[in-house]
């Protein structure tokens, strides 16, 4: 009975085309914002330290 059930709105021969297609050389992920997100971290943490510093 399920077997009907779900086979009563497909089409004869369902196929779907690849919308990721396999194969080919991997590319390499790069990572955009490293250096750059760290290089914030590091002037806010200075920037907290030099204010301690200057106004015990």
Same mark, same amino acid.
């Given at each position: 009975?399920?077997?009907?059930?779900?086979?009563?709105?497909?089409?004869? +021969?369902?196929? /779907?085309?690849?919308?990721?297609?396999?194969?080919?050389?991997?590319?390499? %992920?790069? +990572?955009?914002?490293?250096?750059?997100?760290?290089? %914030? %971290? /590091?002037? =806010?943490? /200075?920037? =907290?330290? %030099?204010? =301690?510093?200057?106004?015990?």
């Amino acid at each position: 009975m399920a077997d009907t059930f779900y086979k009563h709105g497909r089409p004869q +021969h369902p196929t /779907l085309h690849e919308d990721r297609p396999r194969g080919g050389p991997a590319r390499r %992920v790069r +990572h955009q914002g490293g250096w750059s997100a760290g290089a %914030v %971290v /590091l002037v =806010i943490l /200075l920037l =907290i330290l %030099v204010g =301690i510093a200057l106004f015990p």
